[in-house]
T-cell receptor, first 114, second 115 residues
Framework: AQSVTQPDIHITVSEGASLELRCNYS??????LFWYVQSPGQGLQLLLK??????LVQGIKGFEAEFKRSQSSFNLRKPSVHWSDAAEYFC????????????FGGGTRVLVKP | KAGVTQTPRYLIKTRGQQVTLSCSPI?????VSWYQQTPGQGLQFLFE???????NKGNFPGRFSGRQFSNSRSEMNVSTLELGDSALYLC??????????????FGPGTRLTVL
């Protein structure tokens, strides 16, 4: 069975500073990996996805993530955070055999200090 | 293209009642998935429908059920509501071309409160 761990429940970062959110997954084969963002009272918006190929993936809003098979990780990064990046971020894993089912991590809430 | 729409956005029910939530996917999308989001359990997969057939099911009791219509709109039903069913219920749609995985687009959710 798939599982996803996001070790950091909360992260506080200053505006303009860099951000890195950690994600570790457990899955026997090559997974499909995703990062979603959720603003208060909103649904989930896809930031980026990894299916195969280049392990460094670029997404929207200046985010990128790197797939590291040896570490079973898919960490999300942004070089310079904006106040509008304050939200909750979810890492998710899917599998070809599981249809469109996603397994989500517990989420990381990001607070941005002025 | 219009996004995924969910109705109603907010709902208050009492224990023992039943509730039906609706999801209209993006035009042309054939797959609809449902998720429950709670502070304690996080985001959990309920089920997925593709071309009117349930393709996948999560670990929820039989009180949770769903269906999909020929126009791909989907409904989920929760019977005999319990306090623990209070949650944000999210619907996601994707192009769903059979076995291939497709990007999922989420709706804004229905906030269900059970009193």
């Amino acid at each position: 069975a798939q599982s996803v761990t996001q070790p950091d429940i909360h992260i506080t970062v200053s505006e303009g500073a860099s951000l890195e959110l950690r994600c570790n997954y457990s899955y026997g084969a090559t997974p499909y990996l995703f990062w979603y963002v959720q603003s208060p009272g909103q649904g989930l918006q896809l930031l980026l996805k990894y299916f195969s190929g280049d392990t460094l993936v670029q997404g929207i809003k200046g985010f990128e993530a790197e797939f590291k098979r040896s570490q079973s990780s898919f960490n999300l990064r942004k070089p310079s955070v904006h106040w509008s990046d304050a939200a909750e971020y979810f890492c998710a894993v899917g599998a070809r055999a599981a249809g469109n089912k996603l397994t989500f991590g517990g989420g990381t809430r990001v607070l941005v200090k002025p | 293209k219009a996004g995924v729409t969910q109705t109603p956005r907010y709902l208050i029910k009492t224990r023992g009642q039943q509730v039906t939530l609706s999801c209209s996917p993006i035009s042309g999308h054939r797959s609809v998935s449902w998720y429950q989001q709670t502070p304690g359990q996080g985001l959990q997969f309920l089920f997925e429908y593709f071309s009117e057939t349930q393709r996948n099911k999560g670990n929820f009791p039989g009180r949770f059920s769903g269906r999909q219509f020929s126009n791909s709109r989907s409904e989920m039903n929760v019977s005999t509501l319990e306090l623990g069913d209070s949650a944000l219920y999210l619907c996601a749609s994707s192009g769903g071309t059979g076995s291939a995985y497709n990007e999922q687009f989420f709706g804004p959710g229905t906030r269900l409160t059970v009193l």
